[in-house]
C-alpha cells in the first residue's frame, strides 16, 4: 500500500483520541505521508475539507475513536474507494474497531501497511432516496439526494413533545407487504445487524453475507415482523399519515431527511462498499460477538469437557 496522503480523523471531546491522533501525525509525517486531521463528532464533520483539500486521492484513512466515528469516515469515504483502519480509542462496543491494544506499536502498523502485511475487508452499504408522488400518483419525482449508510436506515418520528405512532406503508419491489402502525422501521445491513435492529428484536447477520434486514420498531401488531431480504430487492417505505410532519429518515443514527405524508423512502445495495484495513490475524467475528455481547457465560461458566 502506498501511505504517501492520509487522513487522521480522532472523535470529537476525546483527549485520549486526540493524543493519539498527534502521535500518528508525527509519525506519518516522518515518513514523508502528506497527513490532514481532524475532529469529528455530533459537531464536528472534517470530510468536506479533506475531500476538497487532497485532489490527488486518499491513500488510507485513520480512525480514532469508536463505531460513530467509523460509521461516519464510511458514509463519505466509501465511494471513493478510500480504505479505513479505525481503531477503538474511547468508544463503547467497538464493533468495527481494531483493539487499542492491537495499535499500540504503531511504527510496526505503517510498515505492515508499506509491506502489504495485512487485510481488507469489505462491508455492504445501503442507499436511500425520498421520492414523492405526482399529482396523478402514478410517477415519482426525486427531491433528495442518495444517502448512504453502513449500519442501517430507519424511518421514524422526531417529535420533541409527544410519542407519536408512525404509519408506515412497506413496499419490497413494488409490492405492498404490510402497513406498520409503531414507533418506525429498521432497514439495516448485516453489519448494522449487531446495532439497533439488534436492540430491536431483529436477526443478527454474518457481515460476510450480503443481505437486508427489515426491522419493526415496537409495532402495535404482533404479525409485523422482522424479515430478511436478498440483497438486489428494493424496499420502499411510504408515510401514510396525512398530518404527521415528523416522520424523518436517519442514516446510522444521523438526521438525513423529512418524510412528509405521501413521500416515500427508496432503500436498496449500495453500488460501494466500506473497506476496512484489517490487521489481527486471528479476527474472529464469533469472538467479537461473545466479548462485545457478553454471550460467553456472563453468570455461571461451565468448562466445554468435550473438545
Not at 85 to 106: I, K, Y
Not at 144 to 168: H, P, Y
Amino acid at each position: 500500500m502506498e501511505i504517501g496522503r492520509a487522513i487522521i480523523i480522532y472523535k470529537a471531546g476525546s483527549k485520549i483520541s486526540y493524543e493519539w491522533a498527534e502521535r500518528c501525525n508525527q509519525e506519518l509525517e516522518a515518513l514523508g505521508t502528506k497527513v490532514l486531521i481532524g475532529s469529528s463528532g455530533a459537531n464536528d464533520n472534517p470530510y468536506p475539507v479533506f475531500l476538497e483539500s487532497m485532489h490527488q486521492g486518499i491513500d488510507f484513512a485513520l480512525v480514532l475513536g469508536g463505531d460513530g466515528s467509523t460509521l461516519g469516515a464510511a458514509r463519505y469515504l466509501s465511494p471513493l474507494g478510500v480504505p479505513i483502519l479505525a481503531v477503538n480509542t474511547g468508544g463503547h462496543l467497538g464493533f468495527l474497531t481494531q483493539s487499542f491494544q492491537q495499535f499500540e506499536d504503531t511504527a510496526s502498523v505503517w510498515q505492515r501497511l508499506l509491506n502489504n502485511q495485512f487485510a481488507i475487508e469489505k462491508r455492504m452499504m445501503l442507499q436511500a432516496q425520498v421520492v414523492s408522488a405526482q399529482n396523478d400518483s402514478q410517477s415519482v419525482r426525486q427531491i433528495n439526494t442518495i444517502f448512504l449508510c453502513l449500519n442501517e436506515m430507519c424511518i421514524k418520528s422526531a417529535s420533541s413533545d409527544r410519542m407519536i405512532t408512525a404509519v408506515l406503508e412497506l413496499e419490497i419491489d413494488g409490492e405492498v407487504v404490510d402497513q406498520i402502525h409503531g414507533d418506525g422501521l429498521i432497514i439495516s445491513t448485516p453489519t448494522g445487524s449487531t446495532s439497533y435492529s439488534l436492540a430491536a428484536s431483529g436477526s443478527i447477520l454474518h457481515p460476510g453475507i450480503e443481505a437486508i434486514a427489515i426491522t419493526p420498531i415496537c409495532p402495535l401488531s404482533l404479525s409485523s415482523r422482522a424479515i430478511i431480504l436478498p440483497p438486489r430487492l428494493r424496499v420502499g417505505v411510504w408515510n401514510l399519515a396525512e398530518d404527521d410532519l415528523t416522520i424523518k429518515l436517519w442514516t446510522d443514527g444521523v438526521l438525513a431527511a423529512s418524510v412528509l405524508p405521501g413521500q416515500r423512502v427508496d432503500i436498496w445495495m449500495a453500488n460501494c462498499q466500506a473497506q476496512f484495513i484489517v490487521l489481527r490475524e486471528d479476527y474472529s467475528f464469533y469472538r467479537a460477538l461473545r466479548e462485545k455481547l457478553l454471550w460467553h457465560g456472563t453468570r455461571i461458566n461451565y468448562q466445554n469437557k468435550f473438545r
